[in-house]
C-alpha cells in the first residue's frame, strides 16, 4: 500500500497545524509526512514544521509571481507520485480548496474539504465537517484511495516539538499554465487578526454612517477589543477591510467576548461566531435571530446604549 | 464580442427549515422544503450584466430531482434565456465527483458556451470542490473566487479574492469561473417577470440518458446539529438600563 502522507499548505502556520493529522495517519499506515514548501527567493522559516519526516523544497520558477492552484497541483501531482503516497493533507483555504478539486481528479482521489476532524481506520477516510452554514455537524466516509482532505484553520494544535525532518530539493519544469496571474497584492487588512482576538466587537447594518463607526471603536477600545462586522458592511459598503468580515464565507473567530451591535444574526454570520465563549447583542428589533443566539441582548437603540456601556466600562477603568 | 454563458444552479434543502431529532439532535431531510443555494443567484447575477454589457446567451444548469424546478424557474424570472435540468432521483444528490461528470455529459449536449459561471461553493454542504475539478475535467482556464468580472473580446480578465490576497488574473475562452457573493448583489425578479418565466421551456434530460457509470467517492453517513445553548438573557428597557445589564454580565462572566 502506498502509505506516505503528502502535506502542503500555502499559509505556513496552517500547515504546522496540517502536520498533526498527518503524523496520526503516518504512524497508522507506517508512512512518513512529507511536507512540500514552495518557496519564492529562499526558503524561510521551515523550524515550526514539527512533525515532518521530509520537507521537500520546490522552488517557484522566475516567470511565476506566485504559486497558483494550477501550478501547485502540478507540484503535488508529481512529487506525490513519485514519493509512493496515498495522502495529501491541505489547507482548507480558498487556493485550497481550488487545490483539492484540482488533485482529487489528477490523482482520482477521494476528497473532502473544510473537515475539521479526520481519523484513518480499515483504509477509509472518516471525516468530520460542518454544513449547512455552520450549523449542522456531518459526518463521512471516504471508502477508497487515494485520499485528498482539506483542514479548515485551526482544527488542530502544531505539534510542538519533535526530531528535525530532512530537506530535499524538488525541480520541476514550468508546466504551461492557462490562467495568469497580472497583479497580486495583500489584500486590505484591519491591523489586528480576528481569528486570534480574545474579545470582538462587531457590526452590522444597524449602523447608519460610515463616520458612526467612531463609536463602536471608541467601545471596543474600552473594552481592549478588535472591530469586525458582517458581510454588508465590509463587501457591500467597504467601511471596514474584507478581513474584518465575520460569517460563513469571511472568517471563523471563537473569541471570549462576541459582542454583535446592529447585526441581525442571518445564519451566514452565526456561522462565523459559533465558537465564541460569551456572544452578546445589541439590537433595536426584538425579533431579531441574534436574540435567539446570544448569552446576553440588549433591545434598543444601538446608538444610544453604545455610548452609555461605553461610559460604564471606562470608569470602572 | 457576446458571450454564451452556462450558469450552474443548485436546488437544496432549506437550511432554515431542517428537522432536528429533539432527543438525538439528529437532522433529517426528508420533506424539508426546497430552494435555490443563495449564492447562485449571485453567480447568475454575474452573468446578467456581463449579458447586458456585451450582448449573448446565458443557459442554467441543473443537476437534481423535479422538485429543482422551483430554482429554475427562479433563475429564469431573474433574466436566463433557456434552463437544463438533468433529471435524476436520487434526492440527497450526489457528491463533487459525480456531479462534475453528470454535468461534463449534460455540457456536451449544449451547442456552444464561451464561459461556465458558478458560485464558489454551495450554501448546503459547501465543499468548493467542483470548480477546480471542472477545470481539470475539461482542461479550461479556471479564474475562482472572483469579485469583478469583465470580458475585452479576448480575454476574461477580473479580481480574485483570497483571504490575504486579492489577484488580478486572466485568461482566454472557453474558461470556467467561479465568483464570491461580493461580486454583486442578485435582482429580485418582479411580479411581470416570474409570470413570464412560467412560459419559458427547461430542456429535461434524464440522468440514465447520459449512461454513466460513477461510484460515489464520499458518503455522508449521518448529520448532527451541534447545539450551543445560550443563555439568552434578553433586557428590555431605557438605554442606561440595558447598557447597565450588559456591564453586569460583562463583569459576571469576567471579562471585565
Redesign the interface.
Known sequence: MKNNVIVYSE?IELASELLTPAREIATSTGGKVIMIVIYKVEMNDYTRLVGADVIVSVRLPDELG?PT??FT?AVVADIFKSRGAGFVLLGS???G??????L???LD??????CINIQFKENRA?VER????G??????????GPFVIGIKPRSYQAIASGPEPSIEEFSIQSPVL????????????GSVDLTKAD?IVAVGRGLKKKEDLELIHTLAEA?GAAVGCS?PLS??LGWLP??AHIG??G?QVKP??YLAVGISGQ??HLAGI?DSK???A?NSD?GAPI???????????LY??VP??T???KA?R | MPLDMIVLVKHI?D??Q?KVDQTTGS?SLQGVPGKVSS?DRNALEAALRLRQKLGGTITTLTVGTDEANKSIREALAMGADNAYLIRSNVATGYD??QT?EILIGALSKIPRWDVLICA??S???????????????LN??????MRSLDFDGRSL?GDR????????????LPAIVSV???IC?PRIPTLLQIMAATKKQISKIDVTELGLQIP???????????T?T???????????E??????E??SK?G??
Not at chain 1, 135 to 144: D, F, K, Q, T
Not at chain 2, 124 to 131: A, C, N, Q, V, W
Not at chain 2, 140 to 145: A, I, Q
Not at chain 2, 161 to 172: A, G, N, Q, Y
Request: a neutral charge.
Open positions: 499559509d506566485v492552484p494550477e497541483s483555504t480558498r487556493d480548496k481550488e487545490l483539492a478539486g484540482r482529487a481528479v489528477i482521489a477521494s476528497a473532502a474539504t473544510d472518516l460542518l454544513v449547512y452554514g450549523r449542522v455537524l456531518s459526518s463521512g466516509i471516504l471508502e477508497a492557462k490562467t495568469r496571474v497580472l497583479r497580486s497584492g495583500e489584500a486590505e487588512r474579545k473594552l458581510r463587501s457591500d474584507e478581513d460563513l464565507t472568517i471570549k467576548l445564519l451566514q459559533k460569551v456572544i452578546m445589541i426584538k436574540f435567539q443566539n446570544c448569552d446576553y441582548g440588549a433591545v434598543g437603540d444610544q446604549i452609555e456601556l461610559k460604564l466600562i470602572k | 434543502y437550511e432554515d431542517l437532522v449564492f463533487a465527483r462534475v464558489e461553493g450554501t448546503d454542504f459547501y465543499t468548493s470542490l467542483l470548480p477546480g475539478m471542472l477545470a481539470e475535467r479550461l482556464p479556471l479564474l475562482s473566487y480578465r479574492s483570497l483571504e490575504r490576497k486579492l489577484e488580478t488574473v486572466e485568461c482566454s464570491v457573493s461580493e448583489e460515489p467517492r464520499y458518503k455522508l453517513e449521518g448529520m448532527l446539529v451541534k450551543v445560550r443563555k439568552r438573557q434578553i433586557f428590555e428597557g431605557s438605554p442606561s440595558v447598557a447597565l445589564k450588559l456591564y454580565s460583562l462572566e471579562i471585565i
